[in-house]
């Protein structure tokens, strides 16, 4: 396979991957971080990262916008819900150094913390 192809390859993977994610606004970001150790706003991260690299300034806005296809305090207020005890055990024990930066971070609707 050569560069482009795989490149393509990729991109439309990603496509479909973010897709999916907006397709089952169910599944909530702190249980992606449980399961997997990244959300959509690591994507939306990632997407920033990517297109600084390539030369393009992107806010983290408008990263999380790409991933989640409207503005983030939108998808939170019609989408999140507040994570269990359970789940915030668990994303504490996985990823303490995050789970600190979550519960010092005030809550902006939408329920429970950023996942």
């Not at 397709?23 to 600084?52: P, T």
Request: proline share 3%; charged share 25%; hydrophobic share 40%.
């Amino acid at each position: 396979m050569d560069d482009t192809i795989k490149t393509q390859a990729e991109a439309a993977a990603f496509r479909r991957l973010v897709a999916h994610l907006r397709e089952r606004s169910d599944v909530q970001n702190i249980d992606l971080m449980n399961l997997a150790g990244f959300c959509r706003n690591c994507l939306g991260d990632w997407f920033r990262e990517a297109a600084a690299g390539l030369g393009a300034e992107v806010s983290k806005d408008e990263g999380r916008e790409a991933i989640y296809g409207m503005p983030y305090a939108d998808w939170k207020a019609r989408h999140q819900s507040e994570a269990s005890p359970q789940a915030q055990a668990q994303f504490a024990a996985a990823h303490p150094q995050h789970a600190q930066m979550q519960q010092a971070a005030p809550s902006k609707g939408g329920g429970g913390k950023g996942w």
